[in-house]
């Protein structure tokens, strides 16, 4: 274990050799010695303590290394990752900087040539494109083992086992699939939540037909059989199906009705257009108030004040409004964030992005692909950036 002067020295003179022997073929090797030496060294910094160190500020203990060959512009690299076991309770689990950015370069590649597939672009052509992005030459057989990696890897991520989740935010968009010979419109199924810590994660997606019950029951199944439990509240729209499916699923999780899309349901029954604003006032009056029982009295009061001119508005506000009062259950640093489900339709934002070169998916299996491919990439950053939620603030 190079981890003192010396051995870094004796490290570094072993690449100097190799490149003075075999000068650029040589560089390929160099790097594995450097990012090998890296990781071993990361680790220590990690634990806290060198190989076989007594210290009492160690968190855990080497535990060898891991094989794993990895791609490089310079060429293949056979890379040993350092493991660690016995790691203190509470501490985060320990994977190299240095794969954590190949990772997502490698990720990153993968996505691109799922789009260019989703496209209908030829294996040739993708091929083409690869050896730009890699540096290195890819044959069609490569990028077509790359594809089926590619949802072998995004399988698994749909499949991982799911924790307790305080809040799920459940929303869908569609997108044009060709299907029996005719193009249908496709429901995307998404599923995000804030775990314990504060985090987001994209929990799940699914791609079906519509967004009838049984298509909605049969997600929220499977993202239970996946482990998810400890639901106190979920956030969606208005939709029968949808309802039905959490009536089944989740009885008893309470529900809190988007309040972005109650304001603008809204506005179907205004019967004046000079009317709006000030119907949008009251309702983000009854919406802004600090507790339940004061948001009831404004409602009471707003429904009132309507009556005489709108009915119909009337009517409705008096039955609707109250389904978008349930986040005033939780704490008041919570609700801002889960009074709407804007989380999930940044995610569709992005999905937009992505997909609206293609306009037209041929078959159902290639929308799943790539919105996976998107998805993955944006609940990592999600997993690894700032808390979304403070929950010491309950």
């Known amino acids: 274990m190079a981890d003192n002067e010396s051995d870094r020295t004796s490290t570094l003179d072993d690449v100097l050799t190799i490149l003075a022997d ?33 210290t009492e500020t160690r968190r855990g203990y080497a535990n060898g290394f891991k094989s794993k060959r990895v791609t490089s512009r310079v060429g293949d690299l056979d890379l040993r990752v350092p493991q660690v076991r016995d790691v203190e309770d509470g501490a985060e689990s320990f994977y190299p900087k240095a794969l954590e950015r190949g990772v997502r370069s490698e990720r990153a590649l993968k996505l691109a040539v799922a789009e260019m597939y989703v496209q209908g672009v030829s294996t040739r052509k993708v091929a083409e494109i690869t050896e730009q992005l890699c540096g290195r030459q890819i044959s069609s057989s490569q990028v077509s083992r790359a594809t089926a990696a590619l949802d072998t890897e995004l399988e698994a991520w749909r499949a991982r086992p799911l924790e307790r989740v305080p809040y799920l935010l459940l929303d869908a968009r569609y997108e ?80 809190q009705r988007c309040q972005f899309h109650l304001q603008q349901n809204a506005t179907g029954y205004v019967p004046k257009l000079a009317l709006r604003a000030a119907v949008a006032r009251d309702i983000r009056s009854v919406f802004d108030a600090p507790g339940r029982q004061e948001a009831e009295d404004r409602l009471r009061d707003v429904v009132k004040r309507w009556r005489p001119e709108a009915p119909a508005l009337a009517d409705w506000m008096e039955q609707s409004l109250p389904e978008g009062l349930t986040v005033l259950s939780r704490p008041v640093a919570h609700r801002r964030r889960l009074r709407t489900v804007n989380l999930v339709e940044r995610l569709n934002k992005e999905l937009y992005r992505r997909t609206r070169v293609a306009t037209l998916f041929p078959n159902e299996a290639s929308l799943l692909r790539l919105a996976s491919a998107v998805l993955i990439e944006i609940s990592e950053e999600w997993e690894t950036g700032r808390d979304y939620l403070n929950f010491e603030a309950e």
Request: net charge positive.
């Open 22 to 54: 075999q000068g650029f073929q040589g560089m390929a090797k160099a790097f594995e010695i450097l990012i090998n030496e890296a990781m071993r060294l990361e680790r220590s910094h990690f634990l806290q303590a060198k190989p076989h160190e007594r």
């Open 176 to 255: 044009k699939v060709r299907h029996g010979g005719s193009v249908v419109s496709c429901a995307v199924l998404i599923a995000c939540g804030v775990l314990p810590g504060g985090k987001r994660s994209v929990l799940g997606v699914s791609v079906s037909l519509s967004e009838a019950e049984v298509h909605w029951r049969n997600f929220l199944e499977s993202l239970q059989q996946r482990g998810l439990h400890g639901v106190e509240m979920v956030t969606s729209d208005d939709h029968a199906g949808l309802r039905a499916a959490l009536a089944a699923r989740l009885p008893g999780v309470p529900w």
